[in-house]
């Protein structure tokens, strides 16, 4: 799974991908919200008015997820990387991951596996 140019990329663009899901979720939990508000003078419905929390919740959560995937994966992917056991790369590419979110990983992955030649990869 670490060779798979498919998991690479997609654990690399996820996390962006995943930027664009939460405005879609909530989106979706502002138009629920705005649409069911009242203009009269009549209480509206709080499980009506409030109907698309649970979209947001769960676009968080799946959102929580893809990220944390790709963290470990690219994690896993540099700690395996024969290329950055000679030096403080390693320790370097872990922090990167850890303080910068999904940006590390998309750096990462441009830096060490998309410009590094094919026998560079991961054994």
Not at 25 to 42: E, K, N, P, R, V
């Amino acid at each position: 799974m670490l060779k798979s140019k498919f998991w690479q990329a997609f654990f690399a663009l996820a996390p962006f991908i995943s930027l664009i899901l939460i405005f879609i979720g909530y989106g979706f939990f502002l138009f629920a919200l705005l649409s069911t508000m009242h203009q009269g003078g009549d209480k509206p419905d709080p499980i009506a008015l409030f109907g698309g929390v649970g979209v947001l919740a769960t676009t968080i959560f799946i959102v929580f997820l893809i990220s944390m995937g790709s963290l470990v994966f690219y994690i896993v992917h540099a700690a395996y990387n024969p290329n950055l056991r000679e030096n403080n790369l390693l320790i370097l590419w872990i922090l990167l991951f850890l303080f910068t979110s999904g940006l590390g990983q998309f750096i990462y992955w441009i830096v060490e596996i998309v410009t590094k030649p094919e026998q560079a990869a991961v054994n």
